[in-house]
């Protein structure tokens, strides 16, 4: 396949958008690269209203599925959630047996102790800064 340059009008390809706080956040690449799929995958949601009762976005994106369209074994997908959901990032409320989860996207920047899907503090955006004092605030 022959790649081509960019010109002026150039139409750009279908893309997923990065959010620049990932580019350092430590989680591995492989939970970088599903947030931003899950990212757009909340989107499409958002764009056709599926809201909870609190009018939260929410998406169903079973891991088989997600395994195919990222080209990763199933263990490698549910490793890279297992990251995602301790980094605070990503929500996961069971839907029944045999039924995918219910999908929620958080965002570093959201109020500390806001009540997540599940009734949980997210504890998102919370950070410990030194004052002068050497105490953390």
């Known amino acids: 396949m022959k790649s081509n340059y960019m010109y002026e009008n150039t139409k750009l390809p279908s893309y997923l958008p990065m959010p620049r706080f990932l580019l350092n956040y ?3 690449n492989t939970a970088k690269l599903l947030y931003i799929q899950l990212l757009g995958k909340a989107q499409l949601s958002q ?14 994106y079973p891991i088989h599925q997600m395994s195919v369209d990222m ?3 199933e263990t490698t997908i549910k490793a890279a959630m ?11 409320i069971p839907e029944g047996r045999g039924r995918p989860n219910r999908l929620y996207i958080l965002f570093p920047g959201e109020e500390v102790g806001q009540i997540t899907a599940g009734g949980y503090s997210t504890g998102v955006g919370r950070k410990a800064a030194s004052n002068y004092g050497g105490k953390v605030t």
């Open 26 to 28: 430590q989680i591995s």
């Open 47 to 60: 764009k056709n209203r599926w809201l909870d009762e609190q009018g939260r976005v929410y998406f169903i």
């Open 71 to 73: 080209e990763k074994c």
């Open 82 to 92: 297992k990251e995602l959901v301790k980094a605070d990032l990503l929500e996961k």
